[in-house]
């Protein structure tokens, strides 16, 4: 009877414990060579990018840590492959690996489908040898026909929609009209020059580095169990996928089994996402971001008092943008700083300093009420001096101002009346100068005439002369 009763409690205990831990180590552990390449990190990835090339070559960087695939079994890790195969409005983005020159095996596609209204719905299908058969991964969609589905018990879960999908980067990239199909041109034996191979990690590592992201991946994405997409067994598993029996054969082999060798490795795995992805980052930027808030609103307030001594447009959007846009210490300096010396210097010493120049400078070299702006100006300093700032700005800057306009005044007054003399004098000089042309002409006239007259005179005296000795000496005879 005891026996009875210890076999039915055992027997209820693994009932139990396969109902509740059976799912997610079904999610995390699959005995499959699909272990070492995490989908749910493929697909945040995919999210993320902006072309597939980046996306190819960000899958392919050791810095990332999504890769860990070995497929040939050489302990490096296998360059995937990034290609598009199109049909209609539903693009297969095909991951390829390269077993050797001859032999390839799909790793999983993407069946990205665009629906009507510019809906767009994506899924995330792992091949059959690598995940077995339906592991499939999509956005947690808001459509879900159980409206009591909330995903795992302890994750939130972010719900999609079609019109969220159509706005990912690599989305609009896709779709665009000037879209050229991207096939990747690498190969066994030609690869890109940035990539170089490196040594795979033993799941448990690759375990514990993913383990820490696994309340992101579940709380965006979720398992399915079937295609979406209609014509998925029609075009691409008949058109477009490449398998190799060798994958096959090392599964059944268990070449795959050595990766799982090494359990003491999850502790170095969670070790170095610690190193590089620290939990006080978050902390520390909440912190950041709450300071920067608080000091924007400080700024904001700065600038908006500032606007009372200059124009109310420039303070404002220099303050805000300034403050709102730049990080944590810029905002504080920047729009405490600047809006205190433009709002408190400058205007103070463009009424006192300016004012001063022009009533002493001006009114002095060009008017006659020298005492009077004297006077006006310095008692204006003596006022500001002893605290009464506002009477002396008002006395320099009304005052000066007044007599510089009668300044001006006169002296435009009086360029007016040099201009109208200067031309008066000029019709003068043309006037005379006329005269005198017609006097010099004149005079050259008379004189030729008188010279004329004088040698006329000169020639009938000769002749007379001549007559009379002519006469005088016939009287001689």
């Excluded at 539903?90 to 209204?117: G, K, P, T």
């Excluded at 930027?285 to 808030?293: D, L, N, Q």
């Excluded at 031309?423 to 002409?441: C, D, F, I, L, M």
Aim: proline share 4%.
């Amino acid at each position: 009877m005891k026996k009875v009763i210890i076999t039915s409690i055992l027997a209820l205990l693994v009932t139990v414990w396969s109902a509740m831990g059976a799912p997610d180590r079904q999610d995390e552990y699959l005995g499959l060579p699909g272990d070492n390449l995490n989908l749910y990190a493929v697909m945040k990835l995919f999210q993320e990018s902006e072309t597939l090339e980046t996306f190819e070559r960000d899958l392919n960087s050791e810095d990332s840590r999504i890769n860990n695939l070995d497929l040939n079994g050489d302990n490096m890790v296998d360059y995937l492959t990034v290609s598009d195969y199109v049909d209609g409005n539903v693009h297969n983005i095909v991951l390829r690996a390269y077993l050797n020159q001859n032999e390839s095996q799909d790793v999983a596609v993407f069946i990205v489908e665009q629906l009507r209204n510019g809906e767009v719905r994506i899924q995330l299908v792992g091949d059959e040898a690598l995940y077995g058969k339906n592991y499939i991964i999509e956005p947690n969609y808001a459509e879900t026909p159980n409206p009591g589905y909330t995903g795992r018990a302890s994750v939130a879960v972010v719900g999609y929609t079609y019109y969220d999908i159509a706005t990912w980067p690599v989305i609009r990239y896709m779709y665009h009209p000037g879209y050229i199909i991207w096939r990747s041109s690498w190969r066994w034996g030609y690869y890109p020059v940035y990539w170089h191979p490196w040594r795979t990690h033993y799941w448990h590592f690759y375990y514990g580095y993913h383990y820490n992201w696994f309340t992101y991946y579940h709380s965006h994405y979720r398992p399915w169990k079937r295609v979406r997409w209609h014509r998925y067994d029609r075009f691409y598993c008949n058109h477009v996928r490449v398998y190799s029996p060798t994958v096959v054969v090392n599964i059944n082999r268990g070449v795959y089994r050595d990766t799982y060798s090494r359990p003491d490795r999850r502790r170095a795995g969670e070790q170095l996402y610690a190193r590089t992805r620290p939990a006080t980052r978050s902390n520390t930027s909440t912190a950041v971001r709450s300071r920067t808030e608080t000091r924007q609103g400080q700024g904001n307030t700065v600038s908006r008092r500032s606007t009372n001594a200059r124009s109310d447009a420039r303070q404002v959007t220099r303050g805000s943008t300034r403050s709102a846009t730049r990080t944590e210490a810029r905002p504080v300096t920047r729009s405490n700083t600047r809006s205190a010396t433009r709002s408190e210097a400058r205007p103070v010493t463009r009424s006192n300093t300016r004012s001063a120049t022009r009533t002493e400078a001006r009114p002095v070299t060009r008017s006659s009420n020298r005492s009077a702006t004297r006077t006006v100006t310095r008692s204006g300093q003596q006022n500001i001096s002893s605290g009464k700032a506002t009477t002396g700005r008002r006395t320099t800057v009304t005052a000066p101002a007044r007599q510089s306009s009668n300044n001006r005044s006169t002296q435009a007054r009086a360029s007016q009346r040099s201009s109208s003399s200067r031309q008066k004098a000029a019709v003068k000089s043309n006037n005379s100068s006329r005269r005198s042309a017609a006097t010099v002409s004149g005079s050259g006239k008379a004189r030729s005439s008188n010279s004329k007259a004088v040698r006329s005179s000169q020639s009938a005296s000769r002749s007379k002369k001549a007559v009379e000795s002519k006469a005088r000496t016939t009287r001689r005879k």
